[in-house]
Each structure stands twice: as structure tokens, then as C-alpha cells.
């Protein structure tokens, strides 16, 4: 039986405008062509665990409308994010009108079973692993596929990760490729529709585990660039030193999504710097402290670091580390003073880059339940616009128009080559600054 694992893929914008104003942005331009070839390691990771009995493949698909053949299988193993869940059900449509089984994964459809399960002989909720796993087990013994395949009380334990198949992929086309360490996050924001709706415990892969997949990866590149796929890597501490003692000798550069609180720890921040850390992606989310107030259900933790946000930021910069600063837009209090707000902190903080988008309410969020009960959703269901870029929800205090146009106003204003070569130089400076400071504070002592 041959399986084939099929993800939607590539970067989108269902507005237009946004689309055409992203081609003159060379900024933007650069970040989304290194990402947007990222291959979907969600997959990689099943096909990893999928017993040598079957035959697997690897498909990614970018846009629907210009499939020719879809790829030949028996069964075809779909993962989406909401951008494109709709083109990932018009795919396992097509599939089971030529009778091939379809079964739907991922956080869409972990936060809608019922929806996917219209277009789907099976689907898998939660941690992929867990009910994938099942889920073979059915099929090997020739039983009749369950509807749905989830954790069933079980908590997947990273220490059991199966290695992804990076050698199914064309190494070539990847500019970087993807390692997951740690799943969760502590701070559950409102609007997160990350790893925070497949499991709601914060947990670690074992360093030897995540060591192993990098040494996987360099049998088919030797020397890659590594993205980790995770949500906020560092909060155990001891397990990231760790980590990144393993690391240093690798010779590897990379990139990972953290949040602020490693600009305390400067034992952290050289380890990062030795083992080859390009640039870290924060979530600083306001630019202002009224914005940043309540976006996290649980602590407002975010709330109680923004007085320290531009200093941490030259403290990690100064270790020679990327900051790429993100900005929600749309949050509620923001008012149209906010795409000055965050110009200004760009400036002034020296972050090397900066990401900005659309406050996005994702099926499965507490965003997108509250919004709805106020009645704030502009198009329910429209999963097509929850791409980060466009807006589908009423601001409390701008109108849904002025945070589209001010938004890309705000883009093209800040992704010029000028602005870019601009932050670029205030990044060196802050880490000459800081390498100076150090020295001198050494003469002294
Ligand atoms: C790498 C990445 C990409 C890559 C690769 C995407 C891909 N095809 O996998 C690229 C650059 C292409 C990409 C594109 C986009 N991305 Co992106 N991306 C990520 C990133 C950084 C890591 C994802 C990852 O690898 N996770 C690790 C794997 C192991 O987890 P997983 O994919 O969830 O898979 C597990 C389960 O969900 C399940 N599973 C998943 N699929 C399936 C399928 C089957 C059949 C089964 C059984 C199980 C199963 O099993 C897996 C193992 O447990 C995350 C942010 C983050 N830090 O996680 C954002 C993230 C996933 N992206 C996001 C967004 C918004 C986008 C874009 C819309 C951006 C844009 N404007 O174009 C597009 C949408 C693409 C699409 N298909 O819809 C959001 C998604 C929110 C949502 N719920 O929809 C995230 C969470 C970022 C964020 N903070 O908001 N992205």
C-alpha cells in the first residue's frame, strides 16, 4: 500500500493588494523566500513512523488551481494550516472521487474535526503521533478506519519521537530546513494558534533526540541552516544549555522563536552566539504597554517585560544575535497612532528586523471564540484570510479599513532596502558597543 503525505504549502494573502504591495517590499521579500520553502515536518515526522510495510512519499502543494496529476497513492495524507485548509479539502475531494482514502491532520483540524471529517475518511486530532499511530495500526491489520484518531487521554512523550524522513525531500530545494525541541508554551496568548492547541503542557525533546535529527539532516546536507520549528525554545533552561553545549560543535548556524526573558541570562545568550544563533523571532506584540496589557490568558507576563523590551533587545543583540521583533496590529486598544507607535520602536530599539501582522482569530482560539460572541468576526469561517496579513475582525478603535491600509502602509514603510540596511547598521552597532563595553570592563578588573 502506498501512502502519500501531501502538504499544502507556500505563503499566501487573500487580499491582492497585500500580495502585489509584498512584491515591492524587498525586505519582506527576502524573509518570506528563505521561509517560504520550508517542507512540512509534521509529515516528515509521521512518514517517520510509518512501518517499512507501506511505501511513502512526499508531496508539497502550493496552489491547487495549478495541480495537474495529484500525486499517486492509496492513501493520501493531508496536512493544512487554516490558510489553506479550504484547497486541502477540495484536494481529499479529488482524491476520493478517484476512491482513494483521505485522512485530514494538523491544528485546523484539530479545532474543527467535524468540518474536515466532510472531506475525509479519517482525521487526526491533536499531537499527530498519538492517533497516526493508531491509525496504521488499523490499517496493517486491515481494519475499517475509526472517523476520528486523537489522544485519547494520552500525553505524547518527545523522548518517543520517531526520526523525520529528511531523505525524502529534494535537499536542493530547501534554502533551510526544519528540528523541533520543544512543544507548548507558557504564556498562552489569546490569539496563538500554535503547538498551544495540540497540547497544553509545555515539554522538551530529549537532547540526544534532537541532536540525532540534526545528524540525520547532515547526511543530506552537510553543513544546513536550521530552523527550529518550535514555539518558544529556552524555557527550561538547564535542557537549552544543554542543548546548545551539544550544539556548539556542529558548526551549524540557526534561527529559532523565543521570547524575551533570554536577554537575562547572558550564560544563555553566548551559548546561543557559539553554537551558531543567527537570529531569534520574539513576539513583542505592542509597541505600547496599553496594547500589550491582557494578550496573554494566564499571566500578563508579556505586560510585566515591556518596560526592560528595549534593552533586552540590545543585550541579546550585543551577543551578535539577530532580534526579529513581531508586532500584532489590531489588537484591542490599538488606534491608528499604533503604525507610528511601532515604527518608532523599531527605530529606536535597533531591532535588526521586525515582522508585523494582522491580530488573526484561528478556529480553537479563545480570540476566536470572543470575538464571535461579540460580534466582531467580519466573515465567519472565511479560514482563507487567517493568513496573518488580512484583516477579519472590527478593531475597538480603528476601523477594519484603516488597519488594512495603514497596515501596508506601515509594510512598505518599513521593508524599503533603505530601512533594511538602515536596522542592519544599528545592529552592528549595538554588538560593537557591547563588545567595547565588555573589553573595557575587563582592562578594569
Ligand atoms: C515551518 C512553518 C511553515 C512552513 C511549512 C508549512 C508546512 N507545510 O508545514 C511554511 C513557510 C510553508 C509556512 C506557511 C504558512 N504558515 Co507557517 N509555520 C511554520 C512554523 C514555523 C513551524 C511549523 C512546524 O513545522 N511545526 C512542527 C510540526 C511537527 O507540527 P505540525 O505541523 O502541527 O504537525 C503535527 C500535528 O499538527 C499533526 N499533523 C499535522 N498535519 C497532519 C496531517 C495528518 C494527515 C496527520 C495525521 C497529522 C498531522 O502531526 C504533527 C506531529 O504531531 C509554525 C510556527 C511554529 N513555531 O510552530 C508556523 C505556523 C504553522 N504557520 C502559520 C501560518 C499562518 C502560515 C501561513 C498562513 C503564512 C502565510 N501568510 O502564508 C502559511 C500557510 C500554509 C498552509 N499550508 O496553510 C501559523 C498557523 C496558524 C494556523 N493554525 O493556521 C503558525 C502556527 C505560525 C503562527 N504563530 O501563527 N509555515
Redesign the pocket.
Known sequence: MHIA?V???????WNSEITDAGLTMPGFLERSEV?????????L??AGMTPDRFDVSYH?IEDIRELGELPDCDLA?????????KDAYELADQYRAQGVRT????????ALPQEALEHADAV?IG???L??GD?VDDLAAGRKLHSIYGPDGRE?DLADSPMPRYDLLEVERYNRL?V?SQRGCPWRCEF????I??TSKYKVKPVERVLAEIHEIRKYWPYPFI?F???NTFVERRHSKELLRAMAPERLRWFT?TDISIADDPELLELMRESGCAEVLIGLESPTAEGIDGVETRKNWKRSRFDDYRDAIARIQGHGIAVNGCFVMGLDGDGPELFEDIERFVTDSGQFDVQITVM?P?PGTPLYERLQQEGRLIEEGAWEK????DVNHVPTDMSPETLHREGLALGLRLYTEDQRKARAKRFRDQRRAYVRSHRTREVVA
Open positions: 503525505f502538504a499544502m504549502s507556500g505563503l499566501r494573502a521561509i517560504a520553502s520550508l517542507p512540512s515536518l509534521g509529515l515526522t509521521l508539497e495524507a493531508i496536512s493544512s494550516y487554516s490558510a489553506q485548509q485522512v485530514l491532520g494538523g491544528i485546523h483540524v484539530t487526526v499531537e499527530g503521533e492517533g497516526w491509525l505524547f526544519t523541533q496563538c494558534a500554535s503547538s492547541q495540540l530552523e520549528a518550535d514555539d522563536e488573526t484561528y487567517c493568513t496573518l496579513f
